[in-house]
């Protein structure tokens, strides 16, 4: 046979993804709908993927009910998006899977599983690089009976309801980005938190990003700070730059602008970094939390 045959061979053999029939179901409230009847573990036709992808910019946060997918789908849905981030904790890689980081608070053996405090401050994932997030996807693998929610922020509803003046204060400013801003309070506060090494710290250069950005596809604006990353506004006295950080963050997480989702069983969580920030609700310390996450790359924010 010859090799142009065998090649057409296979490609006829290649199994041709299905339209798969299901429905999307508008949270209430600021942020959200959720994606009932989609299974993950097929893949997805482009018309099915192209109608998860609009409803992901209309509504920043999907939750995909009942996923029963590998580690190796989950990354593979996720790399649809775009490259996928290596987290800076290579302690806490999915064996044989360092795209995925496994956030957990079970201790095996003397030893954190997981990274148990992930998510304790308000934040956008990765915003502490050149190339933020896009967006991350979490995916349930244990859940306690109680506790464990998450919950995110509208940032594009903050900054539309940002008083004038605050508005005004920081119309073009540039604020800094470190992922050690809470690193030596988080590893004060317990025992998650491995000491650095030189390279992973080298890896963490402090980034300076707009404070308001533009979504680069929906076009909306945002803002673009949160308590756990960002340290100060370039260009103000140091006071002056606290007073605004805490403004800001104190706007970004009003009542009005937050979902908080209670997690199901098997629920793929997949949300938008460049308009929501995040906060993990909190676990009680005698009941099991394990989820997986990648982490998609954006681009620079503008
Ligand atoms: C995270 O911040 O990525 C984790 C959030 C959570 O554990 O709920």
């Known amino acids: ?98 795209e995925i980081l496994i956030v957990s608070n079970i201790v095996e053996d003397g030893k954190p599983i997981g990274l148990g405090d992930a998510g304790k401050y308000w934040h956008s994932d990765i915003s502490y690089k050149e190339l933020p997030s896009l967006g991350s996807l979490l995916h349930a693998q244990e859940l306690p009976s109680e506790g464990g929610d998450t919950l995110f922020a509208n940032m594009h509803l903050a900054y539309d309801t940002l008083p004038a003046a605050l508005r005004h204060a920081v119309e073009g400013k540039r604020a800094v980005h470190s992922y050690l801003a809470q690193y030596g ?21 402090e980034v300076v990003h707009p404070v308001v950005r533009t979504h680069p596809e929906n076009g909306r604006r945002a803002l673009f700070v949160s308590e756990g990353f960002t340290t100060r506004i370039q260009d103000v006295p140091e006071d002056e730059s606290r007073a605004l950080l805490a403004e800001l963050f104190a706007h970004s997480v009003r009542a009005e602008h937050i979902y908080r989702h209670r997690w199901q069983p098997h629920d793929l969580v997949f949300w938008d970094n460049r308009s929501l920030i995040h906060l993990a609700g909190g676990t009680p310390d005698h009941l099991r939390r394990k989820l997986y996450r990648t982490t998609i790359e954006g681009d620079t924010p503008f």
């Open 1 to 98: 046979m010859s090799q142009s045959n065998a090649l057409r061979r296979e490609v006829d053999a290649a199994p041709v993804p299905q339209a798969q029939s299901f429905e999307l179901r508008p949270l209430p409230g600021p942020v959200g709908a959720e994606i009932i009847g989609l299974d993950l573990s097929r893949e997805l036709t482009a018309a099915d993927f192209a109608r998860v992808h609009e409803a992901h910019l209309d509504h920043h946060l999907l939750v995909f009910r009942d996923q029963r997918i590998t580690p190796q789908q989950h990354i593979d849905f996720s790399r649809r998006f775009g490259r996928l981030m290596i987290h800076v904790l290579h302690q806490f890689h999915l064996a044989d899977h360092p």
């Open 185 to 205: 309070q988080l590893q004060k506060e317990g025992n998650w938190r491995p000491t650095l090494s030189a390279q992973q710290i080298a890896q963490v250069q």
